[in-house]
Structure formats: structure tokens, C-alpha cells
């Protein structure tokens, strides 16, 4: 069995006494696509921030066999971990092009940045654009942009907060794709979602997070034919 890249045991994360995540475990192998899903409030962005050290938790959790949990969140990007929050955080007034030299910038990973060149080649759609600026492209493009700009620093893990969120169907399948694509150059990913038949379509492994906890685990094939899945969060579309 391949060891895993990342591994988290037994997370908890509280906002004050409030736990939102209560023992979570779940592993990433390298190359691998893993998707989190899960309703509102089910805890997936409080996961995400504790992976990437935006938010303090307890359990275990190891990077490449490595100890992240003291790690700041500095630290970690330099590992090669990398978070597109919900957000998508981009620079509105500047350029395509400027996003994603500060891509390079900002988040770049142990080995320098990606160049240019090769995001215009994933994301052939940035190219004609790339003397707009960020906050005039729609909502798919702005979703390219952000993890053009996240390749920028050449992360090992790329983890997604919904990128899907607030897009058009058909945008949400050419998102889903270009995922699929990255995960096929090799760049492990943590795709939370709760579009869970888009994501299931992609994933490798899912987990479903109910209430702070994995309820079900699996391959993405079984979870699509799960009783309980197709029921909750697929429906009978
Ligand atoms: P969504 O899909 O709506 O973003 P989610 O699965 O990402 O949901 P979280 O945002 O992680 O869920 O929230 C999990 C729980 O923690 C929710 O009950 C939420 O109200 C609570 N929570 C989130 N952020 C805070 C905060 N800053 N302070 C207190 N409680 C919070």
C-alpha cells in the first residue's frame, strides 16, 4: 500500500466550547483525488482550516510522515500544502496575469514557482484574459484563476473549499474537470464539496462528514451506490 502524503487522526476543532469537527480521521495518498462532503454546517471548512493550520486543533496529523500539528501555517505552505478557501481571495483590481505572479509569490512551495507558460497551457481561458482584471472575470473564471494562482506555488496538496459554489451546471462540470486534470499531473487534492454528485464523479475516496464526524467512508463508487448517500445528498436526479 502506498504510504500516505497527508494523515489526520482523531482531529477535534472547537470554536470556544463548541466542538465543529470531533474526531476526525481521514488520509490523502499521493496522485490521489479524496473528497469531504457534507451538508451546511457539517464542519468541511473548519477541516480544511485545521489541515492548513489557520485554526488549532488536537489529534495527529502528518504530512509525507512528518508532524504538521506545530507547524505554522507558513510552515506548511512551504511543504507543499495549499488552500483555495470558498472566497477565492483574488486581487481585484490587478491583472489575471499579476494574480498569478503573485501566486509565485505569495505561496510558493519548496522548489520555486510554477511559470506561466504552463498555467496559460491548464487554463488556456486565462490566456485571453490575462490583461483583465481578476474582478471583472465571471465565476468559473475567477475559480480558474484561484487555482492557477494556488499551481503558481507549486503545491503538492491542493485542497479545495467548494469550488462549485455559486456556479452555473455546466461550470461546474469544466471546474470539476480541470480538477481531474491536475490530480492527473500528479498533484494530490482534498476536494471538499457539497455538490456530491459532481464531486463523486472525480473523486478517487470520499468521506461524509455529518455533524463534525466521518459518518461513511469509501471509494467514490461505492459511495455512489450507497443507500444512504444516494438518499441525503444525491437525491433521485
Ligand atoms: P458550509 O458548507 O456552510 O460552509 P461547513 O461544512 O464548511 O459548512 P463549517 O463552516 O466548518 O461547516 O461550520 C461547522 C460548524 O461550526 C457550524 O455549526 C458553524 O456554525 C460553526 N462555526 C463555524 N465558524 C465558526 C466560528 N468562527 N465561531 C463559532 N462557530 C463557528
Not at 18 to 26: F, I, K, N, Q
Not at 97 to 110: I, M, P, V, W, Y
Request: glycine share 12%; hydrophobic share 45%; aromatic share 4%.
Amino acid at each position: 500500500m502506498t504510504r500516505p502524503m497527508l494523515e489526520a487522526e482523531n482531529l477535534v476543532v472547537a470554536y470556544g466550547k463548541v466542538e465543529a469537527v470531533r474526531g476526525v480521521s481521514l488520509t490523502v495518498a499521493p496522485g490521489r483525488l479524496v473528497t469531504v462532503l457534507g451538508a451546511n454546517g457539517a464542519g468541511k471548512t473548519t477541516l480544511l482550516n485545521a489541515l492548513m493550520g489557520v485554526l488549532p486543533a488536537k489529534g495527529a496529523l502528518r504530512f509525507e510522515g512528518d508532524d504538521l500539528m506545530r507547524l505554522p501555517v507558513e510552515a506548511r505552505v512551504a511543504r507543499g500544502l495549499s488552500l483555495i478557501p470558498e472566497r477565492r481571495e483574488l486581487f481585484a483590481t490587478m491583472s489575471v496575469e499579476d494574480n498569478l505572479k503573485l501566486g509565485a509569490f505569495r505561496f510558493r512551495a519548496k522548489g520555486g514557482g510554477g511559470d506561466l507558460g504552463e498555467m496559460y497551457r491548464l487554463f488556456p481561458r486565462l490566456a485571453e484574459r490575462r490583461r483583465q482584471h481578476a474582478g471583472t472575470l465571471s465565476g468559473g473564471e475567477r475559480q480558474m484563476l484561484a487555482m492557477a494562482r494556488a499551481l503558481m506555488g507549486r503545491p503538492r496538496l491542493l485542497m479545495l473549499d467548494e469550488p462549485s459554489l455559486g456556479l452555473a451546471p455546466l461550470i461546474v462540470a469544466e471546474v470539476m474537470r480541470t480538477v481531474a486534470r491536475l490530480r492527473d499531473e500528479g498533484v494530490a487534492i482534498l476536494l471538499v464539496e457539497q455538490n456530491a454528485r459532481a464531486a463523486l464523479r472525480i473523486a478517487d475516496h470520499g468521506y461524509v462528514l455529518d455533524g463534525g464526524t466521518v459518518v461513511l467512508e469509501g471509494d467514490s463508487r461505492t459511495l455512489q451506490g450507497d443507500a444512504r448517500v444516494v438518499e441525503t445528498y444525491l437525491g433521485s436526479l
